[in-house]
């Protein structure tokens, strides 16, 4: 395989990795009531690594503005890792959450809902196994009902 065909693999990757996070978002916003503030926020971060270890981290943030006289944020985050080696590719997909107000059974702090990790993949079983996480993301436990975030009517 050519450089220029890994470069265009690794980059419809990355976009379909870009396009699954904003498609759960969008699903969780109709099924969830997260606030008429409350915001979504990608994020592409392709600097992380070394020299022997690239990373590409995609994140989708949705952001609750909390009502009051200070203002904070709860967070929801919905993360995958991609990284790659000469020896293999990985992958790391979470849940997490954020939170600087109580949220439904949880106080204040960080916390993993979900997490998921594959190691020692090569490339063409990376791309399989991202969607395999993304079915795991999408069929992970309904988060925000513990975090206390009413469903819609829709």
């Known amino acids: ?17 870009e396009r699954a ?3 759960y978002a969008i699903d969780l916003g109709i099924r969830y009531d997260f606030g008429e503030e409350s915001s ?8 992380g690594g070394t020299a022997a270890c690239r990373r590409a981290d995609l994140r989708g943030s949705i952001t609750m503005p909390v009502a009051g006289e200070v203002a904070v944020d709860n ?38 809902l979900y997490q998921r990790s594959d190691r020692g993949l090569s ?9 395999e996480h993304f079915a795991m993301l999408r069929g992970a436990p309904d988060f925000p009902d513990s975090l206390g975030i009413p469903r819609t009517d829709r």
């Open 1 to 17: 395989m050519s450089r220029e065909q890994v470069a265009m693999d690794l980059l419809a990757l990355l976009r379909r990795c």
């Open 21 to 23: 996070i904003e498609d």
């Open 40 to 47: 979504f926020h990608p994020h592409l971060d392709l600097t």
């Open 75 to 112: 967070d929801i985050v919905l993360r995958v890792g991609l990284e790659f080696t000469r020896t293999g590719c990985s992958i790391d997909s979470a849940i997490e959450a954020h939170l600087n107000t109580p949220m439904g059974e949880r106080q204040p702090g960080s916390y993993i």
């Open 123 to 131: 490339f063409s079983d990376l791309a399989q196994t991202v969607e």
